[in-house]
């Protein structure tokens, strides 16, 4: 059981906006560390797309964005592309298991 | 440009060893913490080991005590020594890099190497 919850799935029309939830379940989490978010285009190695909740390293659209409050993460992609059809996870710290922890990860389907 | 290239996948028997490498390249590789990460076919994304750049260790549960990671700064090659392998270790292991020379917990992992298969099976 991950200490980071993702929805398994989420679809949107190409143009439109979509946010992928990331529930947090670990007080340290909710406490003070930060989540990131990778994007996975199948058969292909992960890639950072939002560090330290809401920041965009180079080279991301800024169509990407990420936010964090209490409990809950969140990403969303607006202005939705075909190539943005890909898994989705975050990761954060836990550190009661004294180690980083992913999300189960969300497949985004452009419709 | 960073490059991460890791190697050393293939099928081992359960029971097994396999050393996996990752050659780095584009930074100064001593500089900076490192971390293996693996998924499994068809499922998510798993922390598996990490070193900082002074050499301080950190494995998740699911492996400690059976992978040990390490490193050769002067070939700019980080390792993962995997022991006793079990039908669960089938997956394939990326190596990433740190942003800085120590882990704070807060750390994400940036760029990812492509991969290599490691296949436990009899």
């Known amino acids: 059981q991950s200490v980071l919850t993702q929805p398994p799935s989420v679809s949107g029309a190409p143009g439109q906006r979509v946010t992928i939830s990331c529930t947090v379940s670990?007080?340290?989490?909710?406490?003070?560390?930060?989540v990131h978010w990778y994007q996975q285009i199948p058969e292909t190695a992960p890639k950072l797309l939002i560090y330290?909740?809401?920041n965009r390293p180079s080279g991301v659209p800024d169509r990407f964005s990420g936010s964090k409050s209490g409990t809950s993460a969140s990403l969303a992609i607006s202005g939705l592309q075909p190539e943005d059809e890909a898994d989705y996870y975050c990761?954060?710290?836990?550190?009661?298991?004294?180690?980083?922890?992913f999300g189960g990860g969300t497949k985004l389907t452009v419709l | 440009e960073v490059q991460l290239l890791e190697s050393g996948g293939g099928l081992v028997q359960p029971g097994g060893s396999l050393r996996l490498s990752c050659a780095a390249s584009?930074?100064?590789?001593?500089?900076?913490?490192m971390t293996w990460v693996r998924q499994a076919p068809g499922k998510g994304l798993e922390w598996v080991s990490a070193?900082?750049?002074?050499?301080?260790?950190y494995h998740a549960d699911s492996v400690k005590g059976r992978f040990i990671i390490s490193r050769d700064n002067s070939k700019n090659t980080l390792y993962l020594q995997m022991n006793s392998l079990r039908g669960e270790d089938t997956a394939v292991y990326y190596c990433?890099?740190?942003?800085?020379?120590?882990?704070?917990?807060?750390?994400?992992?940036?760029?990812w190497g492509q991969g290599t298969l490691v296949t436990v099976s009899s």
């Open positions: 070193m900082s750049g002074g050499g301080n260790t």
């Open positions: 584009g930074f100064t590789f001593s500089y900076y913490a």
């Open positions: 990761q954060s710290y836990d550190s009661s298991l004294s180690g980083w922890v």
């Open positions: 990433a890099k740190a942003p800085k020379y120590d882990f704070w917990g807060g750390d994400w992992f940036d760029p």
């Open positions: 330290s909740n809401s």
């Open positions: 670990s007080s340290d989490i909710a406490a003070g560390y930060d």
